[in-house]
């Protein structure tokens, strides 16, 4: 009886497993999206260090909340590994113990990996929300490879790229480690990037093939062979708009966040071509819209793709017109993102017209 019992529960769990895991694999795609913004607002507010280690900060599981915190103090319990600042420096404390009247140098040790000693209580959180959120879509993406393994005997595929983007999540939280101990070392930002814009591809290639549906795309091989020369072109808009981010990040250090209006965009030439670029990217998917409206192609992503453009050129004019007004570099970045996966999910409904697809 008891075997019975605990079959019956394996079997309504693996119906539901499998009946939502399409449901599963939109959580996680959304967020990665949430990690994109999130990354984006502390690039934005330059609060890429107020966390100075990994995966704590500042030693704590809950970062410090004033700066009185980071200081050291007599009679008090520090446990092991927590970082104060002294003289514009860090110390980690060695082992646990409570300090005396003055500070014993045998306690403390310097922190080697970078010299970044600075508080602000405002890119401290903004960081710590920023890994919060990763750590959260880390835990969606185990229940994402838990759901997949129902699928191993019917569906390979669907389990081997689940355990393929949770290889990338853990690459991406190792990266993101560098990137804080190489004090934001700007090669590894853009790969960072790029690295989860291809955990979004994987993560609608999942949903794609998960969904139940027939295909009812007319087929036209122009739209297809252009809509990949045009997501090309976004990627190459893509890398060079993160090159561009990085060049206002160090305008940003020179003449900081309250001087903005000093920044020179017209002396990069990444700007300078990323801008020519985008006149075309956009001309071409107004192409893609009206054929696909010419044709009768069937298509409702173009829509939403020219949707996406326009908040996304809004965003870039209003960073080089005015200034750029807070918020707008995490939204032309997010949507940047989105652009990417709406294009790309396109690619996948465009390659498979006429052909029912196998459900599960």
Request: net charge positive; with cysteine; proline share 2%.
């Amino acid at each position: 009886m008891e075997a019975f019992f605990y079959a019956f529960i394996y079997l309504c769990l693996k119906f539901l497993m499998k009946k939502h895991f399409s449901l599963i694999v939109k959580i996680c795609l959304i967020s990665i999206y949430v990690i994109i913004l999130a990354g984006s607002t502390v690039r934005m507010t330059g609060s890429g260090m107020g966390c100075p280690d990994w995966p704590k900060c500042f030693g704590h599981l809950i970062p410090p909340t004033s700066e009185d915190q980071m200081l050291w103090k007599p009679n008090t319990e520090y446990k092991q590994g927590i970082i104060i600042i002294k003289d514009e420096t860090l110390l980690v404390s060695k082992q646990k113990f409570i300090s005396g009247s003055e500070l014993n140098e045998r306690n403390w040790k310097p922190y080697t990996k970078h010299d970044y000693a600075k508080f602000n209580v405002i890119h401290t959180w903004v960081e710590y929300i920023n890994r919060l959120a990763t750590v959260i879509s880390g835990f969606l993406f185990l229940l994402l490879i838990f759901t997949s393994l129902y699928f191993w005997k019917e569906r390979k595929l669907l389990v081997i790229l689940s355990f393929i983007t949770l290889f990338l999540m853990g690459f991406e939280a190792w990266l993101g480690k560098t990137v804080v101990d190489t004090n934001l070392a700007s090669g590894k930002i853009t790969i960072h990037m790029l690295v989860a814009l291809l955990i979004v591809a994987l993560l609608l290639v999942l949903f794609y093939k998960s969904k139940k549906q027939l295909n009812k795309f007319k087929r036209d091989g122009l739209y297809k062979n252009l809509l990949i020369i045009v997501f090309i072109l976004t990627i190459v808009q893509i890398v060079l708009g993160i090159e561009v981010r990085e060049f206002v990040d160090e305008q940003l250090k020179t003449f900081g966040f309250a001087n903005k209006q000093l920044i020179t965009l017209d002396a990069n030439t990444n700007f300078l071509v990323h801008r020519s670029f985008s006149i075309l990217v956009v001309f071409l998917n107004v192409w893609l819209f009206i054929r696909n409206r010419k044709l009768n192609l069937g298509f409702t992503m173009p829509f939403w793709i020219l949707v996406i453009i326009s908040i996304e050129v809004l965003a870039g004019i209003l960073m080089y017109y005015v200034d750029f007004p807070f918020g707008t570099q995490a939204i032309h970045m997010l949507f940047a993102a989105l652009l990417f996966g709406a294009q790309f999910y396109l690619i996948l409904e465009s390659r498979n017209n006429f052909k029912e697809k196998k459900t599960i």
